[in-house]
């Protein structure tokens, strides 16, 4: 079994941007990402310290809107209308969830498509389904970036996502679509699940479910990618994986914390860098 680095390879990958963000500033460019976060949850707030300090990490300039529980829609829409237009931003980013009375459909349909950087928006996500990118949704490709590390090749495989969210599931099963791989998307009406699992060679779980992939759903030397954060009875955090028992049956698998996670971070790092030259692209 090889365990898939998340830390290694996404501290790489900022590596990378990092000295592009560098060769920008010695030109007199900057890049810089604002992120809103609304309201208090626990989980929300240890997502956006990470993504503060990876942008630190690259030398990616960051603004910080932490808003009040009881902000108002027309509020959030108006910071985002203003972040649009100010020429300094280049990235903006709303960490997801907002609180229930708020629109999360309003809200990503304000943000202007060029500074969309996790590609939330209608337009990036008619992209992604076509293949042409101009934001890599950032989960599933970490993911991918994960898998290119250690070379593994997914053509002709048997993928399956289990998971079928917007953030997720669907970009996952397009990215590895586009990688040729004949792909399979349960979730929570699919019939046994179980026995579809077990004739993947690759299983991404996406379910927000504690030790959800147990071992006897998993054929031996499969590949397993765990995207879930959860907390276990201890309160440690734990993945949709029961990562002990799986381990010695997988090929590859991603360790939680330390595997999907980091990755994520790192492809938003590459987007804000990308939704620079985009901004520039467009001022000409
Ligand atoms: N909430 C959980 N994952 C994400 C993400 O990738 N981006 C945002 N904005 N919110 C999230």
Same mark, same amino acid.
């Given at each position: 079994?090889?365990?898939?680095?998340?830390?290694?390879?996404?501290?790489?990958?900022?590596?990378?941007?990092?000295? @592009?963000?560098?060769? +920008?500033?010695? &030109?007199?460019? =900057?890049?810089?990402?604002?992120?809103? !976060?609304?309201?208090?949850? $626990?989980?929300?707030?240890?997502?956006?310290?990470?993504?503060?300090?990876?942008?630190?990490?690259?030398?990616?300039?960051?603004?910080?809107?932490?808003?009040?529980?009881?902000?108002?829609?027309? @509020?959030?829409?108006? +910071?985002?209308? &203003?972040?649009? =237009?100010?020429?300094?931003?280049?990235? !903006?980013?709303?960490?997801? $969830?907002?609180?229930?009375?708020?629109?999360?459909?309003?809200?990503?349909?304000?943000?202007?498509?060029?500074?969309?950087?996790?590609?939330?928006?209608?337009?990036?996500?008619?992209?992604?389904?076509?293949?042409?990118?101009?934001?890599?949704?950032?989960?599933?490709?970490?993911?991918?970036?994960?898998?290119?590390?250690?070379?593994?090749?997914?053509?002709?495989?048997?993928?399956?996502?289990?998971?079928?969210?917007?953030?997720?599931?669907?970009?996952?099963?397009?990215?590895?679509?586009?990688?040729?791989?004949?792909?399979?998307?349960?979730?929570?009406?699919?019939?046994?699940?179980?026995?579809?699992?077990?004739?993947?060679?690759?299983?991404?779980?996406?379910?927000?479910?504690?030790?959800?992939?147990?071992?006897?759903?998993?054929?031996?030397?499969?590949?397993?990618?765990?995207?879930?954060?959860?907390?276990?009875?201890?309160?440690?955090?734990?993945?949709?994986?029961?990562?002990?028992?799986?381990?010695?049956?997988?090929?590859?698998?991603?360790?939680?914390?330390?595997?999907?996670?980091?990755?994520?971070?790192?492809?938003?790092?590459?987007?804000?860098?990308?939704?620079?030259?985009?901004?520039?692209?467009?001022?000409?």
């Amino acid at each position: 079994m090889i365990l898939l680095d998340g830390k290694k390879v996404s501290a790489n990958v900022k590596a990378e941007v990092a000295k @592009e963000v560098k060769e +920008l500033n010695e &030109k007199g460019a =900057s890049v810089c990402l604002a992120v809103v !976060i609304v309201g208090e949850d $626990p989980a929300s707030k240890i997502y956006v310290r990470n993504k503060k300090r990876a942008c630190e990490e690259c030398g990616i300039k960051s603004l910080e809107y932490a808003l009040p529980e009881n902000t108002s829609q027309e @509020e959030l829409l108006s +910071l985002i209308n &203003k972040l649009n =237009s100010d020429k300094e931003v280049n990235g !903006i980013l709303v960490q997801m $969830p907002l609180p229930k009375h708020l629109s999360e459909k309003a809200v990503i349909d304000a943000i202007s498509p060029l500074k969309d950087v996790d590609a939330f928006t209608d337009a990036n996500v008619g992209k992604i389904m076509i293949g042409s990118y101009n934001f890599l949704p950032c989960t599933p490709a970490g993911v991918m970036e994960l898998l290119k590390s250690e070379n593994i090749d997914i053509e002709g495989k048997n993928c399956v996502v289990i998971g079928r969210s917007n953030i997720v599931g669907k970009p996952m099963s397009m990215l590895l679509l586009h990688k040729n791989a004949t792909v399979t998307i349960c979730h929570s009406r699919t019939r046994d699940i179980a026995s579809i699992c077990r004739n993947a060679d690759l299983i991404v779980a996406a379910v927000g479910r504690k030790h959800f992939l147990t071992a006897d759903m998993v054929k031996e030397g499969a590949i397993i990618i765990d995207v879930g954060i959860n907390r276990d009875e201890n309160g440690k955090v734990c993945g949709d994986v029961d990562f002990e028992n799986v381990k010695e049956k997988a090929s590859y698998i991603t360790p939680v914390p330390g595997g999907v996670g980091p990755m994520t971070i790192s492809v938003l790092m590459k987007n804000t860098l990308k939704a620079a030259a985009l901004q520039r692209d467009t001022e000409i």
